[in-house]
């Protein structure tokens, strides 16, 4: 397990561990706040840069001519690299701060909108071959509604690529703190974690499922799965984290899936 380290959509080096802590809604998930410190951090880290898109961008395979929605894009990394590829490619997040760096690094010409996974999506039924959902969705307390909607604007037999926190790597975390009374792994639970990067601290609200409710709800939503994958870290890792990549040439830390539309 690599803990304390994930991503654009999932935490960062530098986090506490997790905390079950009362706070307001409204200063949570506030990517906005520390948007540049953020991005710098997940430019050429291990778990971002060189595990995380990597595994998104094998995984979608051969996108030329492919109409691709990238569900809570931030600040626009795995957007560029699947444009790079040939993909046509829209994106939106609810972090504004995120997008203006999406604009940057895109061109002012990029499809890039403020829209929240949790509500209805600013595009027509039937709109896109592939959706890839970047360590998003575990932001959601329920994923019926946002499932619900990127089924409805992908065609028929288009795909949605997803990676998530995955279950028995948070689970390990809790055990090893301690707190496996209250945060049971066949639980649905919330706890936030206190990030700080570029000497600015932000707090984090995630939200943990077993393995067995994620599978129930993407087929609930009406997708197949196609793939679950636990890749191995990109190649150029071993140069760059030499240390860490010797202890730990494979490690739990993202669930990656593949769902095709019925």
């Not at 307001?24 to 948007?35: G, H, I, L």
């Not at 410190?37 to 030329?64: F, K, Q, S, W």
């Not at 509500?119 to 071959?129: H, I």
């Not at 709800?217 to 679950?228: C, E, M, N, Y």
Request: net charge negative; proline share 5%; charged share 25%.
């Amino acid at each position: 397990m690599i803990s304390n380290e994930h991503h654009e959509h999932a935490s960062s080096t530098g986090g506490t561990s997790p905390s079950a802590v009362t706070v307001d809604p409204r200063k949570v998930n506030d990517y906005s706040s520390f948007a540049e410190a953020y991005t710098a951090e997940n430019e050429t880290n291990l778990i971002n840069a060189h595990y995380e898109r990597p595994a998104m961008v094998a995984l979608a395979g051969d996108v030329a001519g492919r109409r691709i929605l990238d569900a809570g894009c931030g600040s626009g990394p795995l957007f560029a690299a699947l444009r790079d590829r040939g993909a046509i490619v829209s994106g939106f997040d609810a972090s504004a701060g995120m997008l203006e760096l999406a604009r940057r690094r895109l061109g002012d010409g990029a499809d890039v909108r403020v829209a929240d996974l949790g509500g209805r999506l600013p595009y027509s039924d039937d709109t896109f071959d592939d959706v890839v959902a970047s360590l998003v969705l575990h932001y959601l307390e329920d994923w019926g509604p946002a499932l619900a909607e990127l089924r409805r604007i992908l065609k028929p037999g288009g795909r949605l690529l997803a990676s998530v926190d995955h279950p028995f790597a948070v689970n390990l975390r809790h055990r090893q703190a301690g707190r496996e009374a209250e945060y049971n792994y066949f639980d649905t639970t919330n706890w936030t974690e206190e990030w700080t990067m570029g000497g600015q601290t932000a707090l984090m609200s995630i939200w943990h499922r077993p393995l067995h409710a994620m599978i129930e709800a993407f087929i609930g939503a009406g997708f197949r799965i196609t793939v679950i994958s636990e890749p191995e870290p990109d190649p150029a890792a071993r140069e760059l984290f030499p240390e860490v990549i010797a202890a730990k040439p494979r490690f739990l830390c993202f669930l990656f899936f593949v769902l095709q539309a019925g």
